[in-house]
């Protein structure tokens, strides 16, 4: 960053004091709480790790410095919430990703389930056959999420020749449920992150950077040693 861009030592003045006033509001809202889903500590916590980001910001780009702590759950993706305080509906946006590691093994158990099917075609002779899988992936796929929900395949994920990738989870406040078939069309198109009250997230990148974060802390040591 050049000196022209760089926050002035007053602005990460005030963005300390941010921090510090953001501080005793988010005391203020625990200490007040009505119960373990109390918005306003939802609320205040954002606002705190708002703060905290922004000042970690200017405190790095004034002085290459940066604050010795980190708000748990605090995601830079999503906004503050600005949802109803009292949701009277919800909805679970969940993403998850996969590799399709191992063909055979996914059309081997696709195929399985449909020979397993009783739903079998009858012939205008009366015989009963069975649908083929064959060789698509594309097939075996609608066979496999049409028999298993998600949370069993997920679970299941490897039996299937399924490699998993990221995944997210986000729980979303509404002020009424939406009618019946509302959102069917566009299922994905009214996510607010704004009403998100809380998500969870995994990704392989997490356990990398924990694995980094371990071999600095070992690096460390073994040179302070």
Not at 118 to 126: F, L, V
Not at 141 to 150: H, I, S, T
Not at 210 to 224: F, K, M, S
Request: proline letters at 7%; a negative charge; glycine letters at 4%.
């Amino acid at each position: 960053m050049s000196d022209a861009e760089q926050p002035t030592a007053a602005e990460v003045r005030a963005a300390a004091e941010a921090v510090k006033a953001a501080l005793d509001r988010h005391l203020d809202a625990v200490e007040r709480r009505s119960g373990d889903d109390d918005p306003a500590v939802y609320e205040a916590f954002n606002a705190l790790a708002a703060a905290a980001e922004a000042y970690d910001e200017r405190l790095y780009d004034r002085y290459d410095e940066v604050t010795p702590f980190e708000i748990p759950g605090a995601d830079d993706s999503l906004p503050p919430y600005a949802g109803p305080e009292e949701p009277h509906a919800l909805s679970v946006l969940i993403r998850r990703d996969y590799a399709v590691a191992e063909p055979q093994r996914l059309l081997a158990q696709a195929q399985r389930i449909t020979d397993l099917d009783p739903a079998a075609d009858e012939t205008d002779e009366g015989e009963h056959t069975l649908p083929v899988v064959g060789s698509s992936v594309h097939a075996a796929l609608g066979v496999l999420f049409g028999e298993y929900e998600p949370d069993e395949i997920a679970s299941r994920h490897k039996e299937f020749g399924l490699e998993e990738g990221d995944s997210t989870l986000w729980v979303s406040a509404s002020d009424e449920l939406p009618e019946p078939g509302e959102w069917l069309s566009t299922p994905f198109d009214h996510a607010d992150p704004q009403r998100v009250v809380c998500r969870f997230d995994v990704s392989a990148v997490f356990d990398e950077e924990e694995l980094e974060d371990d071999l600095d802390e070992e690096d460390g040591l073994r040179t302070t040693s």
